[in-house]
């Protein structure tokens, strides 16, 4: 790809940044090529480096290859999730600091695996997530008995570290010495503790590079919002630059999605109407059998040979659940597994080998390049792990117990210092649950893919089917008081980025999807209208 000026110039810069990028606007590109530049300078001192901080697991090994793709030394920095950088950047190391030294070995658990007595005196984390200055000792003080019994929880990971970087110099002191950079992708789903570990790292000295789109902010329920990245762009401190360039999305689909939140967007000209609205008559087994005929009507329409090209977006899981059912063309649904929300490196490292065991294309060094240095292992080491890599390609998935002693046989090198916990059994359980398991295989070029429009995004497609179109459902409406007529609005804001994630997740065309009847929370049918969505800034008139 060849940067355009503004790439160029955001490439370039040295100073801190905050990144406005719209989707297909070529912002990891940019990262990739900003981080990169970096590295490759000769004043950056080989234990130093930078550290680059996406939203999840797989985007973050995604920006690691790109970045480190031609050789590129990656020097001491971190690529990683918030959460992973927290607890093996901060926590383990600084802790002991600020709270004393823990029992055992850290464990990392969640909320849910404290018993009843103990998970109402934590659960003011999730539901209130109060800013830093409002905690007071009380809490404070259990978060540090917690910790001196050697359990941290997966929910304070953020709160921890930021309490252990303002309170230990010897933490400072190293984060100033060992990182010149940090980056931030999507960080308008930052919440109050991401943003102060960030600004709090900038006055430092560390150059912060804030990347995301407002515009993107689904993630409300869990305490994130846009607001952190608004701010940067007035901060002084920092240099605005905006993407809005959209390499990716055909014209009337940039023409739709922009008008969906500015009635007074420009319109770009085309004769192409990318953006359609299909009422399908009845439920969504009605509409899964609409989307297996038409389909393969539209893949060949648009010389789509490859299916996994083709997606299905739903609210939530009670649609996907209907449409996986009925829909009779072949398809894989995107789900998350207990492997990939568990933070233990064994979890993570279990989960690597499965997508190796499940793609023969992939090599074992991908895997080991996730956790360790290959180089810096011992001949032996090195020979072991090849070994137990060609065992693992001639086992029988079936075969469960072989399967899992041969992954932990790898881990035993890679992981020495690291405690299983309880990786192995949550490995077992995906290996015994066929829609998990499908999650590690490669998708087949002949598979539709079905995912919720949470999961969707970052993802793109060459069409896209956004279902759940219907009044009640997008956007969320609720009942107050008994009061039918006048139901109020969940988060119309939230729904309606949400949307807009949807439908620029098409390349050529969208279509938007309702059945004359939905499924509610109780499994009823009802009857439903259409969207309101659809009928705001004079969208009809941009869809066919």
């Given at each position: 790809m060849?940067?355009?000026e503004?790439?160029?110039e955001i490439i370039n810069?040295d100073?801190?940044?905050?990144?406005?990028a719209?989707?297909g606007s070529?912002?990891?590109?940019?990262?990739?090529e900003?981080?990169?530049?970096i590295?490759k300078?000769?004043?950056?001192?080989?234990?130093?480096?930078?550290v680059a901080?996406?939203?999840?697991?797989?985007?973050?090994?995604?920006?690691?290859?790109?970045?480190?793709?031609e050789?590129?030394?990656?020097?001491?920095?971190?690529f990683?999730?918030?959460?992973?950088?927290?607890?093996?950047?901060?926590?383990?190391?600084f802790?002991?600091?600020?709270f004393?030294?823990?029992?055992k070995?850290l464990?990392?658990?969640?909320i849910n695996?404290l018993?009843s007595?103990k998970?109402?005196?934590?659960?003011?984390?999730?539901?209130?997530?109060p800013?830093?200055?409002?905690?007071?000792a009380h809490?404070?003080?259990?978060?540090k008995?917690l910790?001196?019994?050697?359990?941290v929880?997966v929910?304070?990971?953020?709160?921890l570290?930021?309490?252990?970087?303002?309170?230990?110099?010897?933490?400072?002191?190293?984060?100033r010495a060992?990182y010149?950079y940090?980056?931030i992708?999507?960080?308008?789903d930052?919440d109050?503790?991401?943003?102060?570990?960030?600004t709090?790292m900038?006055s430092?000295?560390i150059?912060g590079v804030?990347v995301g789109?407002?515009?993107?902010?689904?993630?409300g329920?869990?305490h994130?919002?846009?607001?952190?990245?608004?701010a940067?762009?007035?901060?002084?401190?920092f240099?605005?630059f905006?993407?809005?360039?959209?390499f990716?999305c055909?014209?009337?689909?940039?023409?739709y999605?922009?008008?969906l939140?500015?009635?007074?967007?420009?319109?770009l000209?085309?004769?192409?109407?990318?953006v359609?609205?299909?009422p399908?008559?009845?439920?969504?087994?009605?509409?899964?059998?609409?989307?297996?005929r038409?389909i393969p009507e539209?893949?060949?329409r648009?010389?789509?040979?490859?299916?996994s090209?083709?997606?299905?977006?739903?609210k939530?899981?009670?649609?996907?659940?209907?449409?996986?059912?009925?829909?009779?063309i072949?398809h894989?649904?995107?789900e998350?597994?207990i492997l990939d929300?568990?933070?233990?490196?064994y979890?993570r490292?279990?989960a690597?080998l499965?997508?190796?065991?499940?793609?023969?294309?992939?090599?074992?060094?991908?895997?080991?390049?996730?956790?360790?240095?290959?180089?810096?292992?011992?001949?032996?080491e090195?020979?072991q792990?090849?070994?137990?890599?060609?065992?693992?390609?001639?086992?029988c998935?079936?075969?469960h117990?072989?399967?899992?002693s041969h992954f932990?046989?790898?881990?035993?090198?890679i992981?020495?210092?690291?405690?299983?916990?309880?990786?192995?059994?949550k490995?077992?359980q995906?290996?015994?649950?066929?829609?998990?398991?499908?999650?590690?295989k490669?998708?087949?070029s002949?598979e539709v893919q079905i995912?919720?429009?949470?999961?969707?995004?970052?993802?793109?497609?060459?069409v896209?089917f956004?279902?759940?179109?219907?009044?009640?459902?997008?956007p969320?409406?609720?009942?107050?008081?008994?009061d039918f007529?006048?139901p109020?609005y969940?988060?119309?804001?939230?729904?309606?980025?949400?949307?807009?994630?949807?439908?620029?997740?098409?390349?050529?065309e969208?279509?938007?999807v309702?059945g004359?009847?939905?499924?509610?929370?109780?499994?009823?049918?009802?009857?439903?209208k259409?969207?309101?969505?659809?009928?705001?800034?004079?969208l009809p008139?941009?869809?066919?």
């Amino acid at each position: 790809m060849e940067p355009t000026e503004i790439q160029k110039e955001i490439i370039n810069y040295d100073g801190n940044t905050a990144i406005l990028a719209s989707p297909g606007s070529g912002k990891t590109y940019v990262i990739s090529e900003k981080i990169k530049r970096i590295l490759k300078d000769d004043n950056l001192h080989p234990y130093q480096g930078v550290v680059a901080i996406s939203y999840t697991r797989k985007a973050s090994a995604h920006l690691k290859r790109r970045t480190l793709g031609e050789g590129i030394s990656p020097k001491n920095s971190f690529f990683g999730t918030i959460d992973n950088f927290c607890l093996t950047q901060i926590i383990l190391h600084f802790g002991f600091y600020v709270f004393g030294h823990p029992k055992k070995e850290l464990e990392v658990i969640g909320i849910n695996d404290l018993g009843s007595n103990k998970h109402a005196t934590f659960n003011w984390i999730t539901t209130k997530h109060p800013d830093y200055k409002d905690i007071d000792a009380h809490n404070w003080n259990q978060i540090k008995k917690l910790y001196r019994y050697g359990y941290v929880l997966v929910e304070s990971l953020e709160l921890l570290s930021l309490h252990i970087m303002l309170n230990c110099k010897a933490c400072q002191n190293h984060l100033r010495a060992r990182y010149k950079y940090i980056f931030i992708d999507e960080y308008q789903d930052a919440d109050t503790y991401t943003n102060q570990i960030f600004t709090f790292m900038v006055s430092l000295g560390i150059k912060g590079v804030a990347v995301g789109d407002e515009k993107q902010s689904i993630f409300g329920f869990a305490h994130k919002s846009n607001v952190f990245l608004k701010a940067l762009e007035t901060n002084q401190e920092f240099r605005t630059f905006k993407l809005d360039r959209n390499f990716r999305c055909a014209i009337s689909i940039i023409n739709y999605s922009n008008r969906l939140l500015n009635q007074n967007s420009e319109i770009l000209e085309t004769t192409e109407k990318g953006v359609s609205f299909i009422p399908v008559e009845g439920s969504e087994r009605d509409i899964a059998d609409y989307l297996s005929r038409n389909i393969p009507e539209i893949c060949e329409r648009l010389h789509i040979e490859d299916r996994s090209e083709v997606a299905i977006l739903v609210k939530n899981s009670r649609t996907q659940n209907i449409i996986d059912q009925c829909l009779v063309i072949p398809h894989r649904v995107i789900e998350t597994t207990i492997l990939d929300m568990d933070l233990n490196p064994y979890s993570r490292l279990y989960a690597t080998l499965l997508r190796y065991y499940f793609d023969p294309k992939m090599p074992l060094l991908a895997v080991i390049d996730e956790f360790v240095d290959f180089e810096e292992l011992s001949i032996f080491e090195r020979k072991q792990i090849q070994q137990e890599g060609k065992i693992i390609r001639t086992i029988c998935y079936s075969q469960h117990e072989d399967l899992v002693s041969h992954f932990q046989s790898i881990a035993s090198l890679i992981l020495n210092n690291v405690e299983e916990r309880n990786s192995k059994e949550k490995l077992t359980q995906v290996l015994q649950d066929k829609h998990s398991l499908n999650s590690y295989k490669p998708t087949s070029s002949n598979e539709v893919q079905i995912m919720t429009l949470h999961k969707s995004k970052g993802l793109e497609f060459e069409v896209v089917f956004h279902l759940n179109m219907s009044e009640w459902e997008l956007p969320g409406k609720r009942i107050e008081n008994n009061d039918f007529n006048n139901p109020i609005y969940t988060n119309w804001e939230q729904d309606l980025n949400l949307h807009y994630v949807g439908i620029t997740r098409a390349k050529k065309e969208c279509i938007l999807v309702r059945g004359t009847k939905r499924t509610n929370a109780y499994n009823e049918l009802k009857c439903a209208k259409d969207s309101e969505f659809l009928s705001i800034n004079d969208l009809p008139k941009l869809r066919k």
